[in-house]
């Protein structure tokens, strides 16, 4: 009983870590763990009541290195020590990982936390959508207000002006600039909608918007588009506004079909409405337990190189006569929910997957 004593001891000092999405172990000089994260014994794919006592530097594939900075931190000769090395893993290849080592107050406790690469590497990439989305949208709602007041006054002149005029041909141009007032003055209402309606939450079921995507997508291509629908029923509701998350699917799902115009005259396009439970998950820097992966998947020639980083700016396209909003609402109204959209794309499978945190 004396020796389980400490362990417990130490889960209940240390538990906060487990709210950490990086890995953490706190461990001793010489080596022996006193406690792992749930994010540690997850990527070491074994059991935390294994990983507890064990030797640590074992855990490496250079295990030398762990030890020798051990002991440094034990002789107090530095308070922080950084390097990158391999995590092994059960049942997997070695995981390349950046690895801190930290002092404590405490005097024979270390603290080692590991960073995925590839995973650090992401929440790189996540971090400068979310700043690009923010200053984007900063841009836009300005912009759109700077257009917005002379645009008035501009289709204001022109029907005076036409009040005034006697010959149907000078007519003809102030109904051009009449016409072209009001095709802006649509586009700035578009690029300001999301920031004008009320976020309106009530329960969502995921399968309900995509079914309700569909309908939309069969009335619009009858024939040569293949809908596929391959659903995990267990998928629950959750909190959310389902008209933002029919509107995201839709402009998705309606891109993709625009890019299959090829396929659907050959009919032989097809998009794919997948979902799966997502588990112990990391985005926008915050570790989840569950969430929800909605893919939509199409069989189109792939999103062009030279815009693949930049699909989710306002106003970049891939088609000719694109507006280049659909997608950036798209990715507005889904971090509206603490989610993120992702795209991977190659020619013949571009996928788009939708990333929102269930309860």
């Given at each position: 009983?004396?020796?389980?004593?400490?362990?417990?001891?130490?889960?209940?000092?240390?538990?906060?870590?487990?709210?950490?999405?990086?890995?953490?172990?706190?461990?001793?000089?010489?080596?022996?763990?006193?406690f792992?994260?749930?994010?540690?014994?997850?990527?070491?794919?074994?059991?935390?009541?294994?990983?507890?006592?064990?030797?640590?530097?074992?855990?490496?594939?250079?295990?030398?290195?762990?030890?020798?900075?051990?002991?440094?931190?034990?002789d107090?000769?530095?308070?922080?020590?950084?390097?990158?090395?391999?995590?092994?893993?059960?049942?997997?290849?070695?995981?390349?990982?950046?690895?801190?080592?930290?002092?404590?107050?405490?005097?024979?406790?270390?603290?080692?936390?590991?960073?995925?690469?590839?995973?650090?590497?992401?929440?790189?990439?996540?971090e400068?959508l979310?700043?690009?989305?923010?200053?984007?949208?900063?841009?836009i709602?300005n912009?759109?207000?700077?257009?917005?007041n002379p645009?008035?006054?501009?289709?204001?002149?022109?029907?005076?002006?036409?009040?005034?005029?006697?010959?149907?041909?000078?007519?003809?141009?102030?109904?051009?600039?009449?016409h072209?007032?009001?095709?802006?003055q649509?586009?700035?209402?578009?690029l300001?909608?999301?920031?004008?309606?009320?976020?309106?939450?009530?329960?969502?079921?995921?399968h309900?918007?995509?079914?309700?995507?569909?309908?939309?997508?069969?009335?619009?291509?009858?024939?040569?588009?293949?809908?596929?629908?391959?659903?995990d029923?267990?998928?629950?509701?959750?909190?959310?506004d389902?008209?933002?998350?029919?509107?995201?699917?839709?402009?998705?799902?309606?891109?993709?079909?625009?890019?299959?115009?090829?396929?659907?005259?050959?009919?032989?396009?097809?998009?794919t409405?997948?979902?799966?439970?997502?588990?112990?998950?990391?985005?926008?820097?915050?570790?989840?337990?569950?969430?929800?992966?909605l893919?939509v998947?199409?069989?189109?020639?792939?999103v062009?190189?030279?815009?693949?980083?930049r699909?989710?700016?306002p106003?970049?396209?891939?088609?000719?006569?694109?507006?280049?909003?659909?997608?950036?609402?798209?990715?507005?109204?889904?971090?509206?929910?603490h989610?993120?959209?992702?795209?991977?794309?190659?020619?013949?499978?571009?996928?788009?997957?939708?990333?929102i945190?269930?309860?």
């Amino acid at each position: 009983m004396s020796c389980a004593a400490p362990i417990a001891d130490d889960s209940l000092r240390f538990q906060s870590f487990d709210l950490l999405a990086t890995l953490v172990a706190v461990v001793h000089s010489d080596g022996t763990v006193l406690f792992a994260n749930a994010a540690l014994e997850d990527a070491r794919g074994i059991s935390r009541r294994t990983i507890v006592g064990s030797h640590f530097p074992d855990s490496f594939t250079e295990p030398g290195r762990l030890q020798h900075a051990l002991q440094s931190a034990g002789d107090n000769e530095f308070a922080a020590l950084r390097y990158d090395t391999w995590l092994k893993r059960l049942n997997h290849e070695a995981l390349p990982v950046h690895v801190i080592v930290t002092q404590t107050e405490s005097r024979d406790e270390i603290v080692v936390e590991l960073l995925p690469l590839e995973q650090q590497a992401r929440q790189d990439r996540e971090e400068r959508l979310a700043e690009q989305a923010q200053a984007n949208k900063e841009l836009i709602r300005n912009l759109a207000h700077e257009i917005k007041n002379p645009l008035g006054g501009i289709r204001g002149a022109a029907q005076l002006l036409e009040l005034e005029m006697d010959s149907a041909e000078l007519t003809e141009y102030t109904q051009v600039i009449i016409h072209e007032a009001d095709r802006l003055q649509t586009l700035v209402d578009r690029l300001l909608a999301p920031h004008r309606r009320p976020h309106l939450v009530g329960d969502v079921n995921i399968h309900e918007v995509c079914e309700h995507v569909r309908l939309l997508l069969s009335a619009e291509f009858p024939k040569g588009l293949q809908v596929v629908r391959d659903f995990d029923t267990s998928i629950p509701e959750f909190r959310g506004d389902r008209e933002q998350l029919i509107q995201t699917v839709l402009n998705i799902a309606h891109n993709a079909c625009q890019a299959l115009t090829a396929q659907i005259a050959q009919g032989s396009a097809c998009l794919t409405f997948r979902t799966r439970i997502a588990r112990q998950v990391t985005f926008g820097k915050q570790r989840y337990r569950l969430a929800l992966e909605l893919h939509v998947i199409d069989n189109g020639p792939g999103v062009p190189d030279a815009i693949k980083d930049r699909i989710f700016y306002p106003l970049v396209s891939g088609r000719e006569g694109g507006s280049g909003l659909g997608l950036t609402l798209a990715q507005t109204f889904v971090q509206q929910h603490h989610g993120l959209i992702e795209c991977d794309s190659v020619p013949g499978c571009t996928d788009f997957k939708i990333l929102i945190p269930l309860p």
